[in-house]
């Protein structure tokens, strides 16, 4: 590690967090008073819609990007006032990342190690170490400019799981990667978070904030809406059970026990628990086809925000986006 911890309880604090970005044609803030806390070791998900802020919070809590008003402290430190302290104890991977393409990719690797102070050995083990557990071995010797997209994303993920940082900032990590490549990199973060460091993860992937992270946060249009870990937040909605039922019982019968949605060859019943059981009993009692068992983080999102995940917010946050890659800090 590149020092001793001098935070106890919380690796990221925001209080009263808001950016407005100069020019904005909207004019409505990307962060708008937005109260945070990520506690020290472990998975946090930062989940919302594109554009609805995560980014911008990212890149604040980064140092890339100035805070129009309120508070942030990352291990500790104050992202005004004390960048160079911050940035010697985080690494990110940037939704847009563009490692170097003349290097081969054990080059890259090794000499981002090396760049952050590792010495030659332990930087030659954590290169070998990350390559074989990305599956980027047999591309160790190729050069950057001949990957795909895909193998691209996961150079620079190996870069940032290998590095020794106390605090990991992962914007969209997986994004292109296909299942196995996915399934990998799921495997690296849980033992980069085993080894009690702190990782900020951001994701339109549901199943990956729920498999990945303790804690989650949802964000929407700037605003925290919901915080909490994958069963709170399952207690904070009306619903927190769906029960899926193919078979004879006629829709009328479903109507008080919950909100009812037709699926093909039957109905899918958004339910509390004890009803869910008693649902369960009369659905089997006549001879329908059932599952059940507690809402998805996808169904919690529709719930809370009202729209798909995969819709696009349409806040300053996509303008964040242009600024950083013209080099702004705005």
Request: charged fraction near 30%; charge should be neutral; glycine fraction near 10%.
């Amino acid at each position: 590690m590149t020092g001793p911890p001098i935070y106890v309880t919380a690796a990221i604090v925001s209080k009263g967090l808001s950016k407005v970005y100069p020019g904005s044609s909207s004019g409505q803030p990307a962060l708008s008073d937005l109260s945070l806390e990520v506690p020290a070791g472990g998975v946090y998900g930062l989940i919302g819609r594109n554009g609805a802020g995560k980014t911008t919070f990212i890149r604040i809590s980064a140092t890339q990007l100035e805070p129009t008003s309120g508070e942030v402290r990352v291990l500790g430190h104050d992202v005004r006032t004390e960048e160079r302290a911050i940035r010697a104890r985080i690494a990110c991977v940037p939704q847009e990342s563009r490692p170097l393409y003349f290097l081969r990719v054990e080059e890259v690797v090794y000499l981002y190690l090396k760049m952050r102070g590792l010495p030659p050995v332990e930087a030659r083990r954590r290169t070998r170490d990350v390559l074989d557990e990305l599956s980027l071995t047999e591309y160790r010797r190729r050069l950057v400019n001949r990957l795909s997209g895909g193998l691209r994303r996961r150079t620079i993920c190996a870069m940032v799981l290998a590095s020794d940082a106390d605090l990991l900032f992962l914007d969209e990590p997986t994004t292109g990667l296909d299942p196995l490549a996915r399934r990998e990199v799921w495997q690296a973060i849980r033992r980069a978070s085993r080894e009690n460091r702190t990782i900020l993860l951001t994701t339109h992937y549901l199943d990956e904030a729920e498999a990945l992270s303790g804690r989650l946060a949802l964000v929407e249009r700037g605003r925290l809406v919901l915080e909490g870990s994958p069963s709170d937040l399952r207690g904070r909605v009306r619903y927190p059970y769906r029960v899926t039922i193919r078979g004879s019982m006629p829709r009328a019968e479903l109507e008080g026990f919950g909100r009812v949605s037709d699926i093909e060859g039957g109905f899918l019943v958004f339910t509390g628990e004890e009803e869910a059981r008693e649902l369960a009993r009369r659905a089997l009692g006549a001879g329908a086809r059932l599952s059940m068992g507690p809402v998805s983080l996808e169904d919690i999102f529709l719930e809370v925000v009202g729209r798909s995940i995969e819709e696009e917010s349409g806040t300053p946050a996509d303008e964040a986006d242009d600024a950083e890659d013209r080099g702004v800090r705005a």
